[in-house]
């Protein structure tokens, strides 16, 4: 009994061929477009530097140094509905 026609081998074998294919092209534009952005990004770095450094605008601000457990936590609902400021009355 036949197998198999050989042309569908064939076909297979090409369709497993434009697979590797399209993959080893899609490895390649990525490899691409992450070199454009590096590119871009190493172009864009000493010039956001030179702006960051005429307007003096610091990395990050450093956090202030509060000793927090001298301060008591207010209670919200009570400075809002103090003397029932907010809240009309029904009567």
């Given at each position: 009994m036949q197998q198999g026609h050989p042309r569908h081998k064939q076909i297979n074998r090409s369709k497993h061929e434009m697979y590797l294919h399209n993959k080893h092209k899609t490895e390649d534009v990525w490899t691409a477009i992450k070199s454009v952005i590096t590119g871009i990004g190493n172009?864009?770095?000493?010039?956001?530097?030179r702006v960051q450094s005429v307007f003096s605008v610091d990395e990050q601000m450093p956090a202030p140094n509060v000793d927090y457990d001298k301060f008591e936590i207010k209670d919200i609902a009570t400075d809002m509905f103090r003397?029932?400021?907010?809240?009309?009355n029904g009567n």
């Open positions: 172009v864009i770095k000493p010039a956001w530097k003397n029932n400021a907010g809240i009309v």
